[in-house]
């Protein structure tokens, strides 16, 4: 079944952790063996290939770069600039991937209609995988003015924050709201038409964006609190806020995210039992708050900075994704629902938003 992925870290593990993605999977964890100064080192699951022979032909794929400022412990940049040109160098990235026919960038509705024909059409074994350009915290943007250049490069998507506080609002792990910048940024966001990306808001910039911004909004990478009780997920209320606007929610595979009691560096997949039969109950807690299979897809954050190490145990590349259909069949959804679950919402939200 096609798949559509709602945030992948491409260029980061690109850029940063320096992968050539157009190898296979195995031979970028031979490239890293007894390599440490990533916690997931010899443990990737994603590559292009890896993702064509998982019939995941299209993606949401990030730009991220962290500005903090000198109080602030979290790893990233210490000023905008900085993060700013990490993007565009996040971006040349994409372009030479372009360049050379690994991947092609979707923007508006004719491009993404003309993709999906392609990859219904061929066999998906040299398809480029198409991407649609999303921005994951919004500290990179100087000023409004690199909004609109950022939307003339291609940005469809954007996260006002990621962990901690932010320029624009208060992201994961805490506590604040979006303040005037913040305002403005979402003013210029619905103006342009680029999606808000609710994920990593934190409850207080998350109630209160919902208070003042009335665009088009998704959650791209974002599981369920009831399951897991942490300020990264998103509550029962904030779930069916979402849904009442018509968002599409994401589920991703970080393990921390996907179970409770999950201890970084400690736990394993083995011995919590994790799965992808939890993915399909944060999927399924979502529909049943729902009332229908409209409102959840796949977003799965793979290579987000984890490995298999954090992963669920049946997936050891990105292309195991397609063990999910099955699953979701035997728990009583039919052809169309698992449809709509692996790619059709996502579409049809762009379709909307780009028409």
């Known amino acids: 079944m096609f798949i559509f992925d709602a945030h992948l870290d491409l260029a980061m593990n690109a850029m940063e952790w320096n992968r050539d993605l157009t190898w296979s999977v195995e031979d970028i964890r031979a490239k890293e063996e007894g390599m440490i100064d990533k916690p997931d080192r010899g443990k990737n ?17 990030t730009q991220i770069a962290r500005y903090v400022k000198k109080e602030n412990e979290l790893p990233g940049w210490n000023s905008p600039h900085q993060a700013w040109a990490q993007t565009q160098g996040q971006l040349a990235w994409y372009r030479a991937m372009e360049a050379i026919g690994e991947m092609v960038q979707i923007t508006n ?4 209609n003309n993709h999906l024909d392609l990859w219904n059409s061929l066999g998906n074994s040299k398809n480029p995988i198409g991407y649609i350009l999303s921005l994951e ?46 305002k403005e940024l979402l003013k210029e966001i619905a103006r342009l038409n680029i999606i808000l990306d609710t994920t990593h808001l934190c409850d207080e910039s998350f109630w209160e964006t919902m208070k003042a911004y009335h ?6 990478h974002n599981n369920c609190r009831a399951l897991v009780n942490h300020n990264r997920q998103f509550s029962d209320e904030q779930l069916i806020e979402l849904i009442r606007r018509g968002a ?35 999927i399924d807690h979502i529909c049943q708050l729902a009332g229908n299979s409209l409102h959840v897809g796949i977003g799965t954050d793979l290579d987000g900075g984890f490995g298999r190490e954090q992963s669920p145990a049946d997936i050891n590349t990105i292309a195991d994704l397609q063990k999910l259909p099955n699953l979701l069949y035997k728990r009583g959804y039919n052809n169309k629902d698992i449809e709509n679950i692996m790619h059709a919402n996502f579409i049809r939200f762009l379709r909307k938003t780009w028409s």
């Open 215 to 220: 665009g088009p909004l998704w959650a791209s």
């Open 45 to 61: 699951t994603v590559s292009l290939g890896a993702m064509r022979r998982g019939n995941i032909g299209l993606c949401m794929a």
């Open 137 to 182: 915290g919004a500290d990179s943007i100087i000023t409004l003015d690199h909004l609109e250049k950022s939307y003339e490069q291609g940005l469809r998507a954007i996260g006002p924050a990621h962990y901690g506080p932010g320029t624009y609002a208060h992201g994961t792990n805490s506590i604040g709201g979006i303040g005037r910048k913040g």
């Open 109 to 112: 509705l004719a491009e993404l």
């Open 248 to 282: 599409v929610i994401g589920i991703a595979l970080d393990a921390w995210m996907m179970v409770p009691k999950w201890v970084k560096g400690e736990s394993t997949p083995e011995s919590m039992g994790l799965t992808l039969e939890h993915m399909a109950d944060h």
